[in-house]
């Protein structure tokens, strides 16, 4: 008795393990068979099918292993994968939003992970860039947050953020002019260049190279056609730090 029910259990297993095999051989067709939803790329599209085809090439028993595969990408969030039809595969992914670029080829999200892309975002262009040294990626993107902020409180456009490596912080703002706030009282020696901003660089913006606020106090400013530096006057002003 305990031999035929073995026998049955054994004869179980072959049925449910031959069924799967013949999904998965099922799937391994042209990839017409994949359905990708999404606001992707098409060269995300690529990769997601790359990973997809890989998975079916393999030892994988199930859409669960296409779902590690796609999550593994780096870039994806909240994918769901379902067999529907005879046998096709229903895909939906979700890209991470991306706040900024970091470095030369990632990415950083609104909270400060860095994450990969199989290539340049559609609005790539319109990232700001950031990097660090001695900060962490969510850190580069408060002290971000802050500037840009106060900078386009007066219309001003931050393009991107460098930390040294000395833990200065560099910016660029529209025009592609630099402005260098050091390693401390980043805020307020951001407002002194904001002051000498609107006393006397608003109709000048075009000619400016670089803003040096590393200074116990002033700030120095290099014009483009000369490349020399001259030390500017800062009023305060009421209130002013």
Excluded: C, H
């Amino acid at each position: 008795m305990r031999i035929k029910s073995l026998l049955a259990v054994l004869m179980l297993v072959a049925v449910v393990g031959a069924g799967t095999a013949a999904v998965w051989r099922f799937l391994d067709t042209p990839l017409e068979l994949v359905r990708i939803a999404g606001d992707l790329t098409e060269i995300e599209r690529q990769e997601i099918r790359a990973a997809v085809r890989e998975t079916l090439d393999s030892a994988a028993t199930g859409v669960a292993d296409v779902v590690e595969a796609i999550d593994a990408l780096g870039w994806t969030r909240n994918t769901r994968v379902r067999l529907i039809g005879s046998g096709a595969l229903d895909v939906s992914v979700e890209r991470e939003s991306l706040a900024a670029r970091w470095g030369n080829a990632e990415y950083v999200t609104a909270a400060g992970e860095v994450v990969g892309a199989p290539g340049p975002p559609d609005r790539e262009g319109a990232l700001p860039r950031l990097s660090g040294t001695l900060s962490t990626s969510g850190e580069a993107m408060q002290v971000y947050g802050k500037l840009s902020a106060r900078l386009a409180d007066i219309g001003l456009t931050l393009k991107s953020l460098e930390e040294t490596k000395v833990g200065g912080w560099q910016l660029v703002v529209e025009d592609d002019i630099t402005v260098l706030l050091g390693a401390e009282d980043i805020n307020g020696r951001l407002e002194r260049v904001l002051a000498v901003y609107a006393n006397a660089l608003t109709q000048r913006m075009e000619d400016v190279d670089r803003i040096d606020a590393r200074y116990g106090s002033g700030v120095a400013v290099r014009w483009r056609d000369e490349l020399t530096e001259e030390a500017v006057a800062w009023n305060p002003g009421p209130g002013a730090r």
